[in-house]
């Protein structure tokens, strides 16, 4: 048996060609006939389209065609929500909206052409008449009695009210010793992957078979909304999302209306039309996340235990909800990792005039996150006791799982965290951090005025989910072990990940196997790259087929060996009989008997034709990964500038498949929830227009902002799925803001800065230190 | 339940388009932008390329390329003969050989322009100089000592020498109380679809797949030969034998140069590609068949037993060895029905400069079967014994089942007829002609000088052989079962078949069920369609696929409706719990939550994801149809004209899935071995130079030739599978020319008239006729 491959520390099969250049993205495929798609777009947050004129535009030449959404009526269904929930007021976002507009940026019309350049002048050409209506820029805006309403005629902009409770949290705050309270607010922020959203779409007539190519997370999903908006057979419609992808972050797990239009459009013109979103469009189109208030009250007794937490979320679903996933996982994700006796979380998402929401990486985590361990900060300053203390005593033990949470996860049953030991993970970043030497010398420092400051931040990630994952194995007739998954990657590194675990269920070397991903034609079903839950689905159902093909391989071998399986076993692609590899057949060899058959016409007794195996795992319920950030920062109360001196990252995410590409996913997920907690914001001013519109006014964190990060790993192997694993893509986003936060507001502690606002930029630092001194004054006065 | 669908006789869901001309054959796929492509083919019978010169054909307008085969190195590589054996001497067969061709009609060099028209002027300009070489026209050639070489320089023109031996046949020849020679021949006569062969083909490159469209009878064989020669992965090539095709018959079971030269070229211009063979290409390119002469020996005893048969056949391998199935099958269908102690076939198969042989319906046993029911009769008129009576006396009987023959099946394993009952069928074809009163009526014509015949003839026909055929099964997320096979029909009823198969085996009404066929991207692994196989391979394979997805489907409907699954059964598409509609789930609704997953995350705890099922069918070995025919005609001795009064066909294949398609392939079948009998020749003359390359030059058979027969079946259920079915698709074309041929030399017994080839048309009557005379001259003399 070739050494283990789970656990190996391998680099990306994938680096090769991304490194050298050689990556083909959805741009660059080689559709060299492909017409190019521009879409015009809604320039008002609210507007109605009273009059629409493409003459100009079509008579220019190199236009192909012009289609407002009035043009393709039988394609304008509604994209259903994700996620659903019985009482979700769901208003239907049509592909590209003959009407009325609910956001600046909503598509509205496409322009065909012989190149992108002369479709964008065409846009140009395009004459529309608006009436523009009042606009919904806020949660805030969004609940005011009286005020606009963001669809028209609707009876309200509430989207859903839910309730998540836990034993009595109202009783429980009146009898508290200690009560705090406080209102957080996280701003909308987005994806930003490098390669934007993007689709190409061929109609071959002669098989009656559309094929688009789809930057999607889920191109099963994609394919399933297609099948049914345009009313065709699901085998008629292959979507491919290539497997060189600048990137997902959530965005990309949704389903567009441009998803819809480019396809139908190529299918009409029985041409090859292509879209690829550009950097502007995609601030503006491409859905965000992160934008929730939350108004939250904490009880807690003499020691700093909690007793109870209430929390009202606003959370803006803009002008559609494209699924309720984000706020239903920031009510469960509330609680943490720490014992909470009584819950009681309010949420109200509405609707607004701007871009949709839904999962950006971390999905509702980092706001819930932050509102608790900003808290947990505050209860140890309120008691002054050391925030690491007061954590130490709320932390869930490594003895309590199964650990139920008390309230209900999102598809309804009870929350129940399967493995982990927060304490070994704060411990861990405490120590590393080095917490003790560091309170000493923040001690030190503020007597020279400079403040240092040190934020810890706990979490607890749901990943994993359901429904399941597949993946199909097959020997090709040329002796090559292909592996078959639904999932597409993001850059994973799903081809080095997968060929891994195939590798040890079949116990042959890694070199023999191929990894094949996001392709409808190549297995049916899947369900797609999103909430860190590729590894734990999809890697067992790999395992699984991979053990399944080695009993099928030995089986096989040992007919024409003429001996028992047990006597079989590989040595590189031969497998020999004890050993000896003069008694042996081939990979190859055996492809060609159980696939073709010998001589053609008979296959010998006691091998099953076909090589071919499948599985589909489907985890009983989520697994839970965890971790511990700690932050050592300094602030400059002058300018507001945070300098991060130290950052530590521990980090669960039970088995580690391959320690090298966890560490890029936390590491990358880490400088993402870096931008959150010190940089990007998706502004928009009270008219829902957008005031970010490309990166001059939209600080993306780049490397040179990140810091050195120290990152170990713990590992609670899943008990949920054979490989024990969890999900690592989404872990290092979660707790920045809040270890920033928290680490701001303790080095200015001694100026009495609040921090209740992510990002946590120098403006609103000195804004913080601007209303503390006012009410140091009002104090004083 | 619904009632069985397995038996019941349905007219073919493929009718309604196919008698309403909505048919698609591969010519009307909607390839609009489709380059024409036209061969340029071989003059001569033997030839060497001395020099070509296409620039005149390039310069044409509309002419895109034109190819030579010293232009496309790339892949003249050897097509591999389908079925081999370790003694054939092989020359290698290449797509469109570069220097020496061996047949009229071979290609060697592809026009590509924009219409047909002007790739076919184009060929007239290409100017090519042969070096002609001196012809074999005819295995007799072929054999004689110091005759012309097929291939320059080989050191013979044999491909291989086999023998099949059982007893001790010379030492039983010798002691035999009687012993009959003869020397028989059938001419070349080809299959004749009424759709010809066509290819067309698109690569595209944003997937790096070649989408090759196909007339073949074996897609999946097809890719694997594409696979090898381009040097492709198989995934990379998609192989599609249309659903409406206008019968295959065996020739297009074959693999052809044109097969690689298409879509290679199609990749190389970047632009689809078709080739549609005209008729005068198939009468010259498509590979054709029966050409055998058989020198036979038979020893038997004084009651017409048969102590030993000897026979020496000498098989018309054409240019090159395409496969050794048709003088393989030969050599084990001449015993037959018939027990024979004591067998010695020794056959030489050669090469000879005509298209090459492969199977055509029937595949080398109405060879066999013309001379050993030739031989019956001989017996008979030997001994003065009623011909029927010596055939009950040598026939095998009902009880003798598992029956071993004593030589070898193709695959070197003991050829064993599994079922049967060979008496029956004889009786009921003597009993439905009316034999004893056609016996009195013969002798009561004579006197008036009219000349009745009666001829009969059994036969025994090896089908449903492997090595393996495969199905799987899925439910779409609509709530559609769909059935796919990777076996091509050729007008068989596949979507009917396999849809009562399915129907049964799920329990479920037809009316749910899609069929769909022949795409090697929809399941990896399949043989083909040819050799009567299907039924009997992917019929079992498709039942046990069905029954796999029934109780997935009833273990899926019990975990929704919180049942056990014994409960539940199907009511339409509603799985009921006790049958009661009420509570019940539909097809849809399974598929929704077995295959999306409910609300997107969870899949309810028993249910497995993915409503897919496969299954592969592998039968230990061949099974065995068989049948008895009987013709009464009436012999015209002034000009040779035969007219059939009568015809019984007693058919025993089985298990009949449906017997209106079965008779539909037995009268099919009959037509084509009527024309075998009486009127198809392809003419060849002594320098191999084809005369037949119209229909005015050959007469196939229509339907106003094809007299009423009366049809009755029998059914031995194979025991070497679940359904016991075995092949209907040869059976009628099998022993015609036995049958026409005794009845023509019974009817003119009394003017010794010896019959001796096949067809038997009234110029060889007449000539056997004057031949007679001339004995009877001699005698006389």
């Excluded at 322009?111 to 004459?127: C, G, P, T």
């Excluded at 491919?240 to 972050?249: E, H, K, M």
């Excluded at 923040?442 to 240092?452: C, D, F, K, V």
């Excluded at 590798?503 to 369900?527: E, H, K, N, S, W």
Aim: aromatic share 6%; with cysteine; proline share 7%.
């Amino acid at each position: 048996m070739p050494d283990p491959m789970i656990g190996a520390r391998l680099p990306r099969r994938e680096d090769q060609r991304l490194l050298t250049g050689r990556g083909r993205y959805l741009d660059d495929l080689d559709l060299p006939d492909a017409l190019a798609a521009a879409f015009l777009r809604s320039p008002h947050a609210h507007a109605r389209i009273t009059a629409f004129d493409a003459s100009e535009a079509r008579a220019l030449p190199g236009v192909v065609a012009v289609f407002s959404g009035a043009d393709l009526m039988e394609i304008q269904k509604p994209l259903a929500p994700k996620v659903q929930h019985p009482k979700l007021r769901d208003y239907p976002r049509l592909p590209m909206p003959p009407e009325e507009l609910h956001y600046v940026g909503e598509p509205l019309a496409v322009v065909i052409a012989e190149s992108r350049y002369l479709a964008e002048d065409a846009l140009e050409l395009i004459d529309v008449d608006y009436e523009v209506l009042p606009a919904v820029g806020s949660t805030a805006a969004a609940l005011r009695p009286g005020g606009p309403l963001v669809h028209s005629g609707d009876e309200s902009n509430v989207a859903v009210l839910l309730t998540q409770s836990a034993g009595n949290a109202k009783e429980a705050l009146g009898a508290a010793p200690h009560t705090l309270s406080e209102e957080f607010y996280q701003m909308r922020g987005g994806g930003h992957s490098m390669e934007p959203r993007a689709v190409a779409a061929r109609f071959e007539p002669a098989t009656g078979q559309l094929t688009i190519w789809d930057t999607t997370q889920s191109p099963h999903y994609a394919r399933q909304q297609l099948s049914m908006i345009y009313e065709m057979a699901e085998d008629d419609l292959r979507v491919i999302a290539p497997p060189d992808v600048g990137g997902g972050f959530g965005p990309k797990a949704q389903f567009y209306g441009e998803e819809v239009v480019i396809p139908w459009v190529a299918k009409r013109l029985r041409r090859a039309v292509k879209w690829v979103e550009d950097r502007q469009e995609n601030f503006v189109s491409a859905m965000m996340e992160r934008s929730q208030t939350h108004r939250v009250e904490v009880g807690f007794d003499d020691d700093g235990r909690l007793l109870a937490v209430k929390d009202v979320i606003e959370h803006d679903q803009g002008a559609y909800c494209a699924g309720l996933q984000v706020p239903s996982i920031t009510t469960s994700t509330v609680p943490g990792p720490y014992k909470v006796p009584n819950i009681d979380i309010e949420l109200r998402a509405c609707y607004t005039n701007m871009v949709p929401t839904s999962s950006v990486r971390g999905a509702g985590r980092p706001q819930a996150v932050f509102v608790m361990e900003r808290m947990m900060d505050r209860i140890a300053a309120h008691l002054g006791l050391d925030p690491a203390e007061v954590r130490r005593r709320n932390l869930i033990q490594a003895d309590e799982f199964p650990y139920q949470v008390g309230i209900m996860f999102r598809d309804g049953s009870p929350l129940t965290y399967d493995s982990g030991d927060f304490p070994a993970l704060l411990e861990g970043a405490l120590e590393r951090i080095g917490y003790a030497s560091a309170r000493a010398e923040q001690a030190r420092l503020r007597e020279e005025g400079r403040y240092l400051g040190i934020g810890l931040a706990v979490y607890v990630e749901g990943c994993g989910l359901g429904p399941y994952e597949g993946a199909k194995i097959r020997v090709t007739n040329r002796g090559r072990i292909l592996v078959t998954l639904a999932a597409a990657g993001q850059g994973q590194g799903y081809e080095t990940i997968y060929a891994q675990i195939a590798a040890d269920g079949l116990g042959l070397d890694m070199g023999y196997i191929d990894v094949t991903t996001g392709d409808t034609a190549r297995i049916p079903f899947g369900q797609g790259t999103f909430a860190s839950r590729i590894t734990a689905t999809c890697g067992p159902a790999v395992f699984d087929a991979a053990k399944q093909m080695r009993t099928r391989l030995l089986d096989t071998a040992a007919v024409l060996l003429g001996c028992s399986p047990s006597e079989v076993d590989f040595d590189g692609d031969l497998a020999c009989v004890g050993g000896d590899r003069e008694k042996s057949v081939s990979l190859q060899q055996l492809a060609q008997v159980a696939n073709i058959g010998k001589h053609g016409i008979t296959l010998p007794r006691g091998i099953t034709a076909g090589l071919e195996t499948a599985s589909y795992f489907s985890p009983e319920r989520a697994a839970y990964a965890s971790g511990a950030h700690a932050a050592l920062v300094e602030v400059d109360p002058e300018t507001g500038g945070i300098t991060i001196l130290k950052y530590v990252i521990g980090h669960d995410c039970g088995t580690v498949i391959n320690p090298l590409l966890v560490d890029g996913q936390v590491l990358g997920g880490f400088a993402h929830g870096l931008g959150n907690a010190m940089y990007e914001e998706a502004v928009y001013d009270g008219e829902a227009t957008p005031q970010a519109t490309s990166y001059l006014d939209y600080a993306l964190v780049s490397s040179a902002e990140v810091p050195p990060v120290e990152l170990f790993h713990l590992e609670s192997p899943s008990p949920l799925n054979p490989l024990g694993a969890k999900g690592a893509g989404e872990g290092g986003t979660v707790p920045p803001p809040a270890a920033i936060a928290n680490a701001v507001e303790d080095a200015l502690r001694p100026l009495g800065a609040r921090v209740t606002r992510a990002p946590v930029t120098p403006a609103r630092i000195v804004d913080a230190l601007l209303a503390a001194d006012s009410v140091t004054e009002k104090k004083v006065s």
